[in-house]
């Protein structure tokens, strides 16, 4: 009997047959084999089938290991989402070094510091970034093998390696044996933070992880072997939610992306099928206000999953109407991009477009293989009351949630603190289960004593039509502390006056929540589409205590 106090030890056994580590390398090993004609990946006019990518693969590790290329070595990779990087999320992890994808967005100076804290080995650089990696590669004291990733594409004024990939590719071996982890919890992939007040945190990802996470995103976005999927959304961020190892799970075609603009979305949704994609809301934003010409309908829904940052409902509504389907996530870097998710309920029948929408806008329950989650105390990690209104951090339990951060023993400590991992964001949890952010804890204003969530303002703004996207700070008042300074980005051909703003926040919430500021102009976003607050902070700081600014 199992339960009996003896027990079965004796005849229980971890073997080569009931034990394999978990690995989304494993994933490709088996879409070829099932799939080696199935086309696995679409770039321009190149076609590649699962055999081929196999086959490239294997060809690829090999060529790294011939470079002397060993278990926990960093290999790292500035390219936009063209085939190599795709390549290199299995070709690097089965010889069991660890893959960082490198923000193409960064500056020199932050490149330079991720290649020197990885200690990185190898550098892959597509052509397109060859005087971003120069640059960094002056700075760095770390001086790995450079390999040239090049494109016809694009002419570049700088080559800066002599070994270009495909060559490299050819000397791999195509019958090299793509190997799994010894253990499952072995680092994977190391992705930096955006570094927006200091420098990078590296945060570490296991093969474990990131293939749970990944069989997590094929079940919460319904991916079939006949998925097409649109590569928006950066491999850099967060090895692109996991969808990198997804979509091959599933059989389903990568569709790769170089650039990201609506006109060539709009041209490879209606000539390449496209089901899936994923994209900032400032993507979405872009794509609802393009031009009527540049616009296709697509002839199927598409599924579009969005993060990053909360969408306005705004957003949410205009994608449904131009025939996409919506899936809210929330999560961050630290927990391998997919945390919560938004799912829709039976009682929302009957509900008007807008308040569905503004339902999705809420960061929702948790994410498929997400073990627990709660809006807890800040200081002693109890949860708060689910009544929509306490206020909390949200703080999450799971296998998908990062190893630690690099050689960062202090801020690993502190994000795991009290057994949950501390987001930083603020948020209520509603009676169904579901969280809605009120803000990142660094972004609460707080005016008179009064506490106010700056996306609740920037919610508002954005219901206004004229105004295309909207960003609130805390802007320093010698009588209240803080007061809302709004920073609003109008609609193309819409003109508008801040009083003509401030009098629109007066009708829609609370006097103490109305923007006392108002400024106009082009937000200021990282490469992940997020806005950049402490710009924006700094300006306010400087602003003349009016609500007049035009």
């Not at 649109?230 to 650039?259: D, E, K, Q, Y």
Request: proline residues 6%; glycine residues 8%.
């Amino acid at each position: 009997m199992i339960g009996d106090k003896r027990g079965l030890q004796g005849e229980l056994q971890k073997t080569q047959a009931n034990y394999v580590p978990l690995s989304p390398v494993s994933f490709l090993k088996r879409s070829a084999k099932i799939y080696p004609d199935r086309l696995a990946i679409s770039y321009g006019e190149r076609r590649i089938t699962y055999g081929a990518f196999y086959s490239r693969v294997r060809r690829f590790a090999a060529a790294l290991a011939e470079l002397g290329i060993d278990v926990g070595d960093t290999v790292s990779i500035i390219a936009p989402n063209v085939p190599a990087l795709l390549e290199a999320h299995y070709a690097v992890p089965t010889i069991g070094a660890v893959l960082s994808a490198i923000n193409t967005r960064l500056d020199a100076a932050n490149v330079a510091f991720i290649l020197e804290h990885s200690t990185s080995k190898v550098l892959l650089v597509d052509d397109e970034f060859a005087d971003l990696a120069a640059e960094a590669l002056q700075l760095s004291k770390t001086k790995p093998h450079i390999i040239r990733i090049a494109d016809t594409a694009i002419d570049p004024t700088l080559q800066i390696s002599p070994v270009e990939y495909e060559d490299f590719l050819s000397l791999g071996d195509p019958h090299f044996a793509l190997q799994l982890p010894k253990d499952e919890w072995q680092p994977i992939t190391l992705n930096y933070t955006s570094g927006t007040t200091g420098d990078p945190k590296g945060a570490v990802y296991s093969h474990r992880g990131t293939y749970l996470n990944a069989v997590a995103n094929t079940i919460s976005f319904g991916m079939t072997a006949d998925t097409v999927y649109l590569w928006i959304l950066p491999m850099f961020h967060c090895n692109g939610w996991s969808h990198t190892w997804a979509v091959t799970l599933a059989g389903g075609t990568h569709v790769c992306l170089r650039r990201v603009a609506p006109e060539t979305i709009f041209e490879q949704i209606a000539s390449k099928g496209i089901t899936h994609t994923c994209a900032a809301p400032i993507v979405m934003n872009m794509l609802i206000h393009a031009p009527d010409e540049v616009k296709k309908r697509p002839a199927k829904v598409i599924k579009i999953a969005t993060g990053g940052a909360p969408p306005p409902s705004t957003v949410i509504a205009g994608m449904e109407d131009m025939g996409f389907e919506v899936v809210h996530l929330y999560g961050l870097t630290e927990t391998y991009g997919p945390a919560t998710i938004c799912e829709k309920q039976n009682d929302w029948t009957g509900l008007s477009k807008e308040e569905v929408a503004l339902r999705l806008a809420h960061q929702g329950q948790s994410h498929p293989l997400v073990e627990d989650y709660q809006i807890g105390d800040i200081d002693n990690s109890k949860p708060v009351t689910a009544d929509g209104n306490t206020v909390g951090e949200i703080q999450i339990r799971s296998n998908t949630i990062m190893m630690g951060y690099h050689n960062n023993p202090k801020a690993t400590k502190a994000a795991f603190e009290g057994g949950w991992f501390h987001t930083g964001d603020l948020a209520v949890m509603h009676a169904d289960a579901a969280l809605e952010i009120k803000d990142r804890a660094k972004d609460v204003i707080i005016s008179g004593g009064e506490n106010i969530s700056s996306i609740e303002i920037e919610e508002v703004l954005t219901r206004n039509p004229k105004i295309r996207e909207a960003a609130v700070v805390a802007k320093p008042d010698a009588k209240w502390g803080e007061t809302p300074c709004a920073f609003v980005e109008l609609s193309e051909g819409a003109a508008c006056e801040a009083q003509e703003v401030i009098g629109w926040c007066r009708q829609n919430m609370a006097g103490f929540k109305v923007p006392k500021n108002v400024v106009f102009g082009e937000l200021p976003k990282t490469s992940t589409g997020k806005i950049k607050k402490f710009v924006l902070r700094e300006h306010a700081c400087n602003l003349t205590p009016i609500s007049e600014n035009k």
